[in-house]
């Protein structure tokens, strides 16, 4: 497994933006597929956006799809969410999540995942 710490959270309005980033350690970075999830209170953890190890090919939940952007820098070992046009539903802890590339689980849900970082809190002001 891979440690994660994700960084960049905070309080933004209502369609502001904001760019999450989550820092890797280890030195095989570039073979996991590296997804954003978040969780709000009383919710339970989604899927919002997923980019496979070679970084050719990006996923995004229903919810976020032209609103948001998730990169890599295999170099640097971080993986980034830019956060575009918030709204009220999106407030939550975001969490990063690391596995193995090529896994055949389900990359849209949380079990399909095998390391997770501490997450980092978004508030959107209305």
């Known amino acids: 497994q891979v440690q994660l710490v994700e960084s960049g959270g905070g309080l933004v309005q209502a369609g502001g933006s904001l760019r999450l980033s989550c820092a890797a350690s280890?030195?095989?970075?570039?073979?996991?597929?590296m997804g954003w999830f978040r969780q709000a209170p009383g919710k339970e953890r989604e899927f919002a956006a997923r980019?496979?190890?070679?970084?050719?090919?990006?996923y995004y939940a229903d919810s976020v799809n032209g609103r948001f952007i998730i990169s890599r820098d295999n170099d640097n070992n971080r993986v980034n969410l830019q956060m575009n046009s918030l709204k009220p539903e999106d407030p939550a802890v975001y969490y990063c999540?690391?596995?193995?590339?090529?896994?055949?689980?389900?990359?849209?849900?949380?079990?399909?995942?095998?390391?997770w970082g501490q997450g980092t809190q978004v508030t959107v002001s209305s």
């Open positions: 980019i496979t190890w070679s970084g050719a090919s990006t």
């Open positions: 999540a690391a596995r193995r590339g090529l896994d055949r689980r389900d990359g849209t849900r949380p079990y399909g995942y095998d390391s």
């Open positions: 280890g030195r095989t970075f570039s073979t996991y597929d």
